[in-house]
Nanobody
Framework: QVQLVESGGGLVQAGGSLRLSCAAS????????MGWFRQAPGKVRDFVAA????????DYLDSVQGRFIISRDNAKNTVYLQMNSLKPEDTAVYYC?????????????????????WGQGTQVTVSS
């Protein structure tokens, strides 16, 4: 099991940027893929981005491709989500998640049920 703590959320104007961080502890971080999901009020939790265990592969939701960048620092047990050109529709609670299985160096799961541990979430609000 792994413990995940997100930080970096907040209020930003449309067109602005935020960088989310997720610190992990309790398991060998570098062996597992990591993902970011988001949930807006009244909506289901959606996949946003994933990164393989060695950063060899990344995957993004179409609507954030080219604006968001997921990265990780295995030495610091931390995964990041750099969010640029933010839009009001990006407003949501953002969750960090750790993969349930190690997979290969290019494994970037999209389904929520492929992740076994979740952070508490951090609110991102984009004003128009």
């Amino acid at each position: 099991q792994v413990q995940l703590v997100e930080s970096g959320g907040g209020l930003v104007q449309a067109g602005g940027s935020l960088r989310l961080s997720c610190a992990a502890s309790g398991r060998t971080f570098s062996r597992y893929p990591m993902g970011w999901f988001r949930q807006a009020p009244g909506k289901v939790r959606d996949f946003v981005a994933a990164i393989s265990r060695n950063s060899g592969s990344t995957d993004y939701l179409d609507s954030v491709q080219g604006r968001f960048i997921i990265s990780r620092d295995n030495a610091k047990n931390t995964v990041y989500l750099q969010m640029n050109s933010l839009k009001p529709e990006d407003t949501a609670v953002y969750y960090c998640a750790a993969g349930s299985i190690q997979g290969g160096n290019y494994y970037t799961p999209r389904a929520a049920n492929e992740y076994g541990d979740w952070g508490q979430g951090t609110q991102v609000t984009v004003s128009s």
